[in-house]
């Protein structure tokens, strides 16, 4: 292909590629200079992880991430405001008895730093929920591998201040419906229109926040996740709020995706989810008959 001087013309698509191959390449050094700052906060600092923050977070991490997890704490203890408590539950025993330095210098500056069985993505609260007879505060469960911006928790609290039974969430989806069932996950359509709604879907990569009453309902219903959705915590947490009659409501437009940790991209569990349809399977063993008719009540209700 020639341009009218007689040059030969790049193909469009060719520019295309290349311009995202640039755009990742500049995401990638951002993200890896943000994790430079972090590791030297880490090794230096002895600012506090917790403030005051009528909230608890909680994440959990495993394996090999283990080693770059305190990246991901040290962005939340960076943020506008912190938690009163701040958790990572793992459950490599011998981790939390004798901790890698850096959460070692974390624990000294208030993370706590727990032991639990192994309960897979759901390690995330679920511990947590089970660990109380009645709750008060809201919980924001976070993920192990991504560096949260600083205003992400205040974002998250401001939101739930006004609307305060609903959950909240930065990272959304909306469930999609056709011929009486939830169609494919792949699907759904990233981010939500404003206020809360039971076909908006939490994706717990940038932070979702539930609110008591919804924590007091999890720990009542103890393991049942293991049958339905053992890998698919956002699954499990979705029924148990439709249930509840209690919709998710986006900051913003529920689009918001923070900056993966670097070496920890595609090796989590979204991945296995999404990419093997195991989202899918997951949703067809949790959602019933009546959770479809409540979804499509509200489709019906708000439009498509």
Known sequence: MRSRSGGRRRHPLRWVLSRELVLDWLRSFRTSRSALYFRVRNRFSDAPVRGDAPVVVSLTSYGSRIRA???AVESMAHGTVRPQRLILWLREADVVADPPAPLARLVRRGLELR??????????????????????????IADDDVLYGPTWLEELLAVHARHPHDVVAHRTHRIRLGGGRILPYATWSPGAPAGASVRTFATGTSGVLYPPHLLD?????????????????DVWLHAVALRHGTGVRPVGDGRTAYRP???????????????????????????????????ERARVAEGP
């Not at 032991?115 to 924001?140: F, I, M, N």
């Open 69 to 71: 997890v305190h990246l």
């Open 115 to 140: 032991c639990t069985d192994d309960w897979g993505p759901h390690q995330k609260y679920y511990p947590y929920v089970r660990s109380r007879a009645r709750h008060e505060l809201p919980l924001v």
């Open 217 to 233: 309902a999890l720990r009542e219903l103890g393991t049942a996740f293991t049958a339905c959705a053992p890998m698919a915590d």
């Open 261 to 295: 940790i670097p070496r920890t991209l595609f090796r989590g569990l979204s991945t296995r989810n999404v990419l093997r349809g195991g989202n899918d399977m997951q949703i067809a063993a949790t959602y019933s008959a009546s959770d479809v008719e409540e979804l």
